[in-house]
């Protein structure tokens, strides 16, 4: 064979032009994304002068579709392009794209899960029920809203492990860091306190926390004393709550605990404490002579009944 009188020019354009439809496919997918985030902020940017919403939960909304969108044209595109190319190289494509069609008819019928994921997947996007870096509870799932696709949602929990959850098989969501959020204070006093004073107290740490940065910018509205919820047998729970910026709700919380409790230790708070340290603690506290005439009175009931 005479290597000389090969020609090789038909084999390199073509093989030439593969490589420029991949190469533009790659520009476009660059173009698209950057199109699309560009998109992004100006809506984000010009929805921060008509709606009332934090900036952040514009933000979150914003990356969630953007991101869903990036990687619908990002496969469009490819797809195309791997389908010229085929074509580039000789290929009869049209028996492709039948099959695929077949072959997408046949997975509609046979994958009827991947069906209900996808459209889950759709309406949690279209009703904006959760976004990214979002904070929920799914099916008694928690975690933070690490990426959502059309066919699953992906959670980081707060010890690191990553949960996926099909959107079909979503049965029961709630949001924790949704437009606004609340830090509730349940505490438990003894009867021997005053619950005005105990909640006075809780006020003013909380006013002290709100006028400081950068909790300043995190709490929206003063404590807010929801009362005595409830009448134990040991002890009175109160409760109150904080509205603060979604997701800002425990940092705020925490640090009104950590203040509060050298507050009530100052006063002279005497918090219900249950089992073996509750008597350490009442035996520690009482006198012996105090410990005596409790033990006499109690001989001396006793000896009454018994007759």
Known sequence: MDWKAVNYYPAMVQAGRVVAILAGAFLVSVVLNRFIQGVRVYFVRRARGRDGRAVVELEKQAATIAGILRKTASVLVYSFAIVMALRELGFDVAPLIAGAG????????????????????????????IRVNDVVVINDTPGTVEEINLRTTVLRDLEGAVHVIPNGSITKLA??????????????????????????????????????????????????ILGVDQLGETSVNLKARIKTMPGKQWEVGREINRRVRP????????????????????TNSWTR???????????????????
């Not at 994958?111 to 459209?119: F, P, T």
């Open 175 to 224: 949001n924790r860091t949704q437009v606004f959020s609340y830090y509730v204070f349940n505490l438990n006093i003894s009867y021997r306190d005053d619950t005005d004073m105990v909640l006075g107290l809780l006020r003013e740490v909380a006013l002290e926390v709100a006028a400081e940065e950068p909790y300043k910018s995190e709490v929206l509205e003063p404590l807010e």
């Open 263 to 282: 507050r009530f230790q100052a006063a002279g708070m005497d918090f219900p404490v249950k089992g073996p340290r509750k008597v350490e603690l009442l």
């Open 102 to 129: 077949v072959l997408g008819l046949a997975i509609g019928f046979g994958a009827q899960n991947l069906v209900r994921d996808v459209i889950a997947g759709f309406f949690l996007l279209a009703e904006n029920q």
């Open 289 to 307: 002579e105090e410990l005596r005439a409790v033990v006499v009175d109690v001989l001396e009931e006793e000896k009454g009944k018994n007759g």
